[in-house]
Every structure is written in structure tokens, then in C-alpha cells.
């Protein structure tokens, strides 16, 4: 391995361990921990609603409960946009308000149907359930293997009998065994994060395009006085 090689896997390994200290880190665990439950809420809410929304609106009964779906997943970007804010540290820009500029029911309805942020947000809320299911399973296996690791003296058999921990390809019997494992769930601990990390920066990819401005392609800045949502 040439110098340069070797200074650049050691600025890779500390960039890599350096992670563990990084707030940003555990901003992004944060949210990778969060993606799951809305996106399943979201998901059901919005299934359920729109069904029923769509199969009465022939009696007329249908038609509230879609403009309450309408609504709803407006309400569910803005969150959205403020988790992203907040946890990803995205630049996103407010919560489009289209109907403001039109006048009357109808005439709000339509610029609010006819915005395409209004499809766009729609889209990214039913993706929060998928993409936050695999993100879920990413989390679980990393930190189920890391407490595998750095919790494997307690379920050596010296502690519970003949209870052993069994990690795959290494079955782990004995008690100087179990000590081994401790500095790889250090290693596993190290490269989790990094995972999260690299999870996270896919969802703030996917919520920069999708809860971005689409019409301009940059920050929109809000009016002096105004609040963001």
C-alpha cells in the first residue's frame, strides 16, 4: 500500500469514527427511528380515507371526507418538511399555500389540485411507508448486532449455564470468547452509524426532490414576518 493510500484509508477510518461524536449523527438516527411509524400512520390513514373518500362520493357522502384527505396529507408534507428541517438539516423551503392567491371554495380547491406540489407531497407521504419499512429492518440489524456484540459476556455460560450466543458463522461458548466480541461491536457500533448516515442522506435526496420547490428549483424565501411550515 503507497503513502497515499495509507493517509487516505486513515482519513476514511477517521471520518468514519469520527461520526460517533457528530450531532448530526444522532439527528439522523432520530429521524431513521421516526420514518417507520409515521409513514405506516400515513400510509393507513390516507388508504382508508381516500377508499372511503372515493367509493361514497357517488352519494355525495364522499366528498367532505376526500376534502379532509386533502387536507390531511397537506398537514402530513408540512411535518414533513419540518422533520426534514430540523432532523436532516435539508433545505427545503415552506409548505406551498396555492389556494391563498385564488378566491372562492371552488377556485381554492382547484389552484390547491392543480399545484404540483400538491401531487409531489402526496407521493413522498405514501413512499414514508416503504422506504421507511427498509429503513426500519437497515436500524434493527444494525443494532441488534452491535448489542449482539457488546452484550455477549452477559450470555456466556458462565452467567446463564449452558446458554451460548450464537452469531452465525461464530458460535460463541466461552467466556474469553464473549471479551473477543466486545471490540467488534465497538467495529459494528462504528459502521452502523455510517449506515444511518448514508440512509439519511437518501432521504434527504428524496425529500429535497420531492418536497422542494419544483418550480424554481431553489429555497423559497418567506416574506418578512411570515413563519415557515
Request: glycine letters at 8%; aromatic letters at 14%.
Amino acid at each position: 500500500m503507497s503513502d497515499r493510500q495509507a493517509s487516505g484509508a486513515f482519513a476514511f477510518a477517521r471520518r468514519s469514527v469520527a461520526a460517533v461524536g457528530d450531532r448530526q449523527t444522532w439527528l439522523n438516527f432520530a429521524y431513521l427511528l421516526l420514518a417507520f411509524p409515521l409513514g405506516l400512520f400515513y400510509f393507513v390513514f390516507l388508504v382508508v380515507g381516500l377508499s372511503l373518500g372515493f367509493g361514497l362520493a357517488i352519494v355525495w357522502v364522499g366528498i367532505p371526507i376526500l376534502l379532509v384527505m386533502f387536507g390531511a396529507w397537506w398537514a402530513f408534507a408540512a411535518w414533513e418538511r419540518i422533520t426534514a428541517r430540523v432532523l436532516l438539516q435539508a433545505d427545503l423551503p415552506a409548505a406551498p399555500r396555492p389556494w391563498e392567491s385564488a378566491d372562492g371554495l371552488v377556485g381554492k380547491l382547484k389552484a390547491h389540485l392543480t399545484h404540483a406540489s400538491t401531487w409531489q407531497d402526496l407521493v413522498f407521504v405514501l413512499l414514508k411507508f416503504p422506504l421507511g419499512l427498509a429503513t426500519f429492518v437497515a436500524v434493527t440489524v444494525g443494532v441488534s448486532i452491535t448489542a449482539a456484540l457488546l452484550l455477549a459476556p452477559a450470555y456466556a455460560p458462565w452467567v446463564h449455564g449452558d446458554v451460548s450466543l450464537n452469531l452465525g458463522l461464530w458460535h460463541i461458548d466461552t467466556w474469553w470468547e464473549s471479551l473477543f466480541a466486545i471490540p467488534l461491536g465497538l467495529v459494528a457500533f462504528v459502521i452502523s452509524l455510517n449506515v444511518f448516515n448514508g440512509l439519511a442522506a437518501l432521504w434527504r435526496l428524496v425529500a429535497t426532490g420531492l418536497l422542494g420547490d419544483s418550480r424554481r428549483g431553489r429555497r423559497e424565501t418567506p416574506a418578512p414576518g411570515t413563519d415557515r411550515v
